[in-house]
């Protein structure tokens, strides 16, 4: 039989040719999608590219960038600035406001020097961040048997109260507190002083370290007036902290004879009753000198000093404050 005609007159063909044509096209299209399915499961097999783990790796490794802290760094300009000159001999020193950080005056800045029991800012910061006053710390042999200055009536295996630590630790300077505390908070020494280090580096405080917890060692724990600075303003904002430095004296009770601790302020601005001072810290080490974190407040105006190694520290911190008042009365 021949090919047939349409209507129109064209050809249509035999009824083999197109069979043999979906046949083929069919086959095709499985082949194609055996093919593409076969390479879905190759990179399935095989993971993530290597451009995508270097990516999720990155990712991982990545640290956000910590930058020293703008408070007790940024230098005063023009008038703002104090023209002060000590006579006596100091190695470092800054005096700024309060509030803001900024610096009104200083001397060799970024000097970085063993700061003593100016150390005990910080472990103060710590303790107060891990703990509650109304604790109780055990006193145990590391903290009878310590060195330097002390609270030294601590009474060996019992239980005191945590805040009277905390006065004993800032008022007299006490380093069985110290020890005591740090126990209390990271059960060892070592522990807490890691702690501190710690809290030292994501504040950004680019020239502290710490080695030991009351800072009565002369190697290891040191810092620059700047980044002192940032630790007495981070004193002076705990509520707490800002009412035991700026005590002159406290009376607490404790388990002892008598059922009473009093404590005495070192801090030469309170002994002597300068006007509006409220804190902050003292030192002492043959290394370090006569150190001082002093602040004292009159209505609106708040200024502080750092010093380092000091040859008076009361009298240098007195025309450094007194300079900053009298320039802000100017104002």
Not at 50 to 59: D, E, F, I, N, V
Not at 271 to 286: E, L
Request: positive net charge.
């Amino acid at each position: 039989m021949g090919p047939i005609l349409t209507p129109g007159g064209s050809r249509v063909g035999s009824r083999r040719e197109p069979i043999a044509h979906w046949w083929l096209a069919g086959l095709v299209a499985v082949a194609l999608a055996l093919a593409l399915l076969l390479g879905l499961m190759a990179g399935v097999a095989a993971g993530p590219s290597s451009a995508a783990l270097a990516h999720r790796a990155g990712s991982r490794v990545h640290r956000p960038t910590i930058h020293p802290p703008t408070y007790g760094w940024t230098l005063a300009r023009g008038p703002q600035r104090v023209a002060v000159g000590l006579k006596l001999g100091l190695t470092s020193g800054l005096l700024f406001n309060v509030r803001t950080g900024t610096v009104l005056w200083s001397r060799r800045p970024d000097r970085v020097l063993p700061i003593a029991s100016l150390t005990k800012m910080m472990t103060a910061l710590i303790v107060v961040a891990h703990s509650r006053p109304t604790d109780r710390v055990l006193i145990t042999r590391q903290a009878v048997h310590f060195s330097g200055s002390g609270v030294g009536l601590l009474p060996l295996g019992k239980r005191v109260p945590l805040l009277a630590l905390l006065y004993g630790l800032m008022l007299p300077s006490g380093n069985d507190a110290a020890i005591a505390l740090a126990q209390h908070v990271a059960g060892t020494q070592s522990h807490f002083v890691a702690l501190m280090n710690q809290q030292a580096r994501s504040w950004g405080l680019r020239c502290t370290h710490f080695s030991s917890v009351s800072g009565i060692l002369d190697q290891g724990n040191h810092a620059c007036v700047g980044d002192l600075a940032f630790l007495a303003h981070r004193v002076l904002e705990q509520p707490l902290l800002a009412r035991i430095v700026g005590s002159r004296s406290a009376i607490l009770p404790f388990p002892i004879k008598g059922r009473r601790l009093y404590l005495y302020n070192n801090n030469p601005l309170l002994v002597v009753g300068y006007p509006g001072a409220d804190g902050v810290k003292t030192g002492f080490t043959t290394a370090a000198g006569v150190c001082l974190v002093a602040t004292a407040r009159r209505g609106q105006a708040w200024f502080g000093v750092v010093l380092l190694h000091s040859a008076n520290d009361l009298a240098q911190a007195q025309t450094l404050l007194n300079a900053a008042f009298a320039r802000d009365g100017r104002s």
